[in-house]
């Protein structure tokens, strides 16, 4: 399975653009590349997902190298509500024979200044 | 729409106790439905996950135990509660038909003392 490598925490100025990124060497053809965030004693929440194409809605955007071995979650305009643990996931497995389960690493700790 | 429900909030067992933590899901069939749990601190570990009824893979060793006795609940429980129990449970849920993407629950706040 792959793993995802993400720094422990990044600071970020309220109104600017966020930038998180994600190391996943490992990753196969077939794996999907997927971001949450979890806000503290909250439930993790979905922000966006990939595979190999960049992404954008109107939570986020990801840019997902060439060869699919990083990515990263960009949050054009951060907002003190931002301030979140993020997590990159690379999805185990998938399709209708797989429980498409995810596992969680530490993730990145982004807090937005004001 | 789809929503989970997850109960109780918080909850303060003593070691020894029996758990019982109850998911439920409205909206979709046959989901995918899991349990995680995040000690202070720490990242989510997945602890069970069900395709469907009766159906239930154990991700870790551990005093725990999850059933799923109707296809969109998912309960997890203990005989006896031990120190190391003590965490953040939560409940997600899954399907083909979204994308495979988590929906999770509200979560419980246990202490084991």
């Known amino acids: 399975d792959a793993k995802t490598t993400q720094p422990t925490s990044m600071d970020c100025a309220e109104g600017r653009a966020a930038n998180l990124p994600c190391n996943h060497s490992?990753?196969?053809?077939?794996?999907?590349v997927y971001w949450y965030r979890q806000i503290h004693s909250q439930g993790p929440q979905y922000i966006i997902h990939g595979l190999k194409n960049n992404e954008t809605n109107e939570m986020a955007s990801l840019i997902i190298t060439e060869d699919r071995k990083s990515s990263t979650l960009i949050l054009p305009h951060a907002t003190l509500r931002d301030t979140a643990v993020y997590y990159c996931?690379?999805?185990?497995?998938?399709?209708?024979?797989?429980?498409?389960?995810?596992?969680f690493g530490q993730g990145t700790t982004l807090q937005v200044k004001p | 729409s789809q929503t989970i429900h997850q109960w109780p909030a918080t909850l303060v067992q003593p070691v020894g106790s029996p758990l019982s933590l109850e998911c439920t899901v409205e909206g979709t069939s046959n989901p995918n439905l899991y349990w995680y749990r995040q000690a202070a601190g720490r990242g989510l570990q997945l602890l069970f996950y069900?395709?469907?009824?009766?159906?239930i893979s154990s991700e870790v060793p551990q005093n725990l135990s999850a059933s799923r006795p109707q296809d969109r609940q998912f309960i997890l429980s203990s005989k006896k509660l031990l120190l190391s129990d003590s965490g953040f449970y939560l409940c997600?849920?899954?399907?083909?038909?979204?994308?495979?993407?988590?929906?999770f629950g509200s979560g419980t706040q246990l202490s084991v003392l």
């Open positions: 490992t990753i196969s053809g077939n794996e999907y």
């Open positions: 069900s395709v469907g009824i009766g159906q």
């Open positions: 996931i690379v999805r185990v497995g998938g399709g209708s024979s797989n429980t498409g389960k995810l596992i």
């Open positions: 997600a849920w899954s399907a083909v038909t979204w994308g495979e993407k988590l929906f």
